[in-house]
């Protein structure tokens, strides 16, 4: 559903939340993109989405200075294993090398710099390789695992619907977030976290034990990182709107202080 935006024109600059796009095949042709609904979120959070096709090397110092927060989507392709010690399974599932290789090395560089970060599924499980994690390939085939995956052939509103309940750690910074202990989540992944990084804390468990939430405590920041997708319908969803409006929130804090003081990139 499309957020409509107040047309105020005393409104102030919303703060600028990088989307980094997903690379793939439209009609035959190499496009890069970013789902409707991050981008409705964005907006219900109260910021300006701009999306990132991707970045080479030498672009990441001028996007960190532009980037008031950065949504790491959801994707239904696979972080490339090699970038944590793995080979490519078979099958090895669809895979979005070019957003690989601009993003993992993004991630450490906008954590040092501050910058909010709200990552989701795919965007969970690159902040962990990115800082020295693992994944699983396929947690269904996991012993003691439930399936985590959906199928393509439901409709949007099943496939997005209530899976599976999530367990947040007492005292975190999810439970401060929602005021609460447990809450039902939607559930599209077939990958997870195997070895979390070692600057990451656990927030969430699925009754599997998979992980399903995790932060960065040590960033200077606002982190958070789901598995499941609160960008579906969020402006319905009061758990979805409480992460949102957090994450605008430090968004508008970190734009605050970065004009203040003068810092850019
Ligand atoms: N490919 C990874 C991540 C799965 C994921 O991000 N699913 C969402 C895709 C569609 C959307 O953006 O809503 C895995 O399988 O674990």
């Known amino acids: 559903m499309r957020s409509t935006l107040p047309r105020d024109t005393t409104?102030?600059?919303?703060?600028?939340?990088?989307?980094?796009?997903?690379?793939?095949?439209?009609?035959?042709?190499?496009?890069?993109?970013?789902?409707?609904?991050?981008?409705?979120?964005v907006r219900l959070a109260g910021g300006q989405p701009l999306l990132v096709?991707?970045?080479t090397?030498?672009?990441?110092?001028?996007?960190?200075?532009?980037?008031?927060?950065?949504?790491l989507t959801g994707s239904p392709s696979n972080v490339h294993p090699a970038h944590y010690g793995k080979s490519l399974q078979d099958p090895p599932g669809a895979?979005?090398?070019?957003r690989?290789?601009?993003?993992?090395?993004?991630?450490?560089?906008?954590?040092d710099k501050g910058i909010p970060l709200f990552a989701i599924c795919r965007g969970l499980q690159e902040?962990?390789?990115?800082?020295?994690?693992?994944?699983?390939?396929?947690?269904?085939?996991?012993?003691?695992?439930n399936d985590h995956?959906?199928?393509?052939?439901?409709?949007?509103?099943?496939?997005?619907?209530?899976?599976?309940?999530?367990?947040?750690?007492?005292?975190?910074?999810?439970?401060?977030?929602?005021?609460?202990?447990?809450?039902?989540?939607?559930?599209?992944?077939?990958?997870?976290?195997?070895?979390?990084?070692?600057?990451?804390?656990?927030?969430a468990n699925a009754p599997d034990?998979?992980?399903?939430?995790?932060?960065?405590?040590?960033?200077?920041?606002?982190?958070?990182?789901v598995q499941w997708h609160p960008e579906w319908r969020a402006h319905d969803n009061p758990h979805s709107r409480k992460l949102f409006d957090a994450f605008g929130q430090a968004c508008r804090d970190y734009q605050r202080t970065k004009t203040q003081t003068g810092i850019n990139g």
């Open 95 to 98: 895979l979005d090398t070019v």
């Open 11 to 41: 409104e102030t600059t919303r703060p600028l939340i990088l989307l980094p796009a997903c690379r793939k095949s439209i009609d035959g042709t190499t496009s890069f993109s970013v789902g409707e609904k991050y981008i409705d979120a």
């Open 53 to 55: 096709p991707y970045a």
């Open 149 to 203: 995956r959906t199928r393509d052939d439901l409709p949007e509103h099943t496939k997005y619907g209530p899976a599976h309940v999530v367990d947040i750690v007492p005292g975190a910074l999810l439970e401060q977030l929602l005021d609460a202990t447990q809450i039902e989540v939607n559930s599209l992944h077939g990958q997870a976290i195997d070895r979390l990084a070692p600057s990451l804390a656990v927030e």
């Open 100 to 111: 690989d290789d601009w993003v993992l090395p993004f991630i450490p560089r906008l954590l």
């Open 57 to 71: 090397d030498d672009e990441l110092d001028a996007l960190l200075g532009l980037a008031d927060g950065v949504l």
């Open 127 to 145: 902040l962990n390789v990115a800082l020295g994690g693992s994944l699983h390939h396929a947690v269904h085939t996991l012993p003691g695992k």
């Open 209 to 225: 034990g998979v992980i399903e939430a995790v932060s960065c405590p040590g960033a200077r920041g606002f982190s958070l990182a």
